[in-house]
């Protein structure tokens, strides 16, 4: 089993979950052309998994995009005929109700679940043309991710929390621990390299784990519910590094959210209720975190 946000096999003791985010190697297309989409040996003509795709490529673009699942014997279905355009360097947030599908579209997007239906392409790279195992590769290079309860493993430091993503890219030891440690002083963890989880106030997690979702050098973060387990002066640090990554290095974020707050620092906010858009809107009251 892999662990929700590293990719690669649970460590013992620590709780699993659904094929995590950064698992990459060996992937092959279900065509059976092999190697990452746009990587030397691949047939596609898109870009490269971690940057733009040929002719600049969005960061996600979706259409008529379905999500159902089977509960009890009864067809739930989460997302209704989805369709949207998500470009580089966007910062976007996505809200709605509780049950609303918002947190499904999220997964979609990150190439965590599979669609029932519709047509999802990630930086250029239609999903459905991969299997399970390049389906990884493609999120370990693409995106970036940071999770509401912070999904760090609790009896490894700071730093090496940070360098696990590298590890499934099979990036040599010295160079992982150099970038790790770089992506932690990006957001005020130097002094807190060889500290634990529990060591460290939940602010201080969420920062880890944004300097995960970093190390890779993702043209995308995507962020669910990233404030919810934060007191607010922490929550306001963690947007104002998620508000710095998008303005200042032209990352594209897009967070899913049920505070006005927080979404109000997005530049567009999409609306979902009941599987489908709601509203799709420019912010007109975007601003800085004060």
Not at 102 to 124: E, F, I, Q
Not at 239 to 261: F, Q
Request: with cysteine; glycine share 16%.
């Amino acid at each position: 089993m892999t662990h929700p946000a590293s990719g690669g096999p649970d460590l013992p003791g620590e709780g699993g979950g659904m094929d995590g985010p950064w698992t990459s190697a060996g992937s092959r297309h279900r065509d059976g052309e092999g190697g990452v989409p746009g990587s030397a040996g691949a047939r596609r003509g898109d870009g490269g998994a971690g940057g733009e795709g040929e002719g600049g490529a969005p960061a996600f673009e979706a259409v008529e995009l379905a999500r159902s699942y089977r509960l009890e014997g009864v067809s739930v279905d989460a997302l209704r005929g989805v369709s949207l355009r998500i470009d580089q360097g966007e910062f976007v947030a996505i809200l709605g109700p509780s049950g609303s599908g918002k947190s499904t579209l999220m997964h979609l997007l990150g190439c965590l679940d599979r669609p029932t239906a519709g047509t999802l392409r990630v930086n250029g790279v239609d999903v459905s043309t991969l299997d399970d195992t390049g389906l990884a590769e493609l999120r370990n290079q693409a995106v970036g991710f940071v999770f509401q309860s912070f999904h760090l493993l609790g009896r490894t430091s700071a730093l090496e929390n940070v360098a696990l993503p590298l590890v499934y890219r099979g990036v040599a030891k010295a160079e992982r621990r150099e970038r790790a440690r770089r992506a932690l002083e990006s957001v005020g963890l130097a002094h807190r390299l060889d500290h634990r989880p529990s060591q460290m106030s939940g602010g201080e997690q969420q920062r880890v784990a944004i300097a995960r979702a970093l190390v890779g050098d993702p043209r995308v973060v995507l962020a669910d519910e990233p404030t919810g387990n934060l007191d607010s002066k922490s929550g306001q640090e963690v947007m104002g590094i998620l508000s710095d990554l998008n303005s200042e290095r032209g990352v594209a974020v897009v967070l899913v959210t049920h505070e006005r707050e927080v979404a109000d620092l997005a530049r567009r906010r999409i609306h979902v209720r009941d599987g489908r858009i709601e509203l799709d809107t420019a912010n007109e009251r975007e601003g800085g975190v004060s």
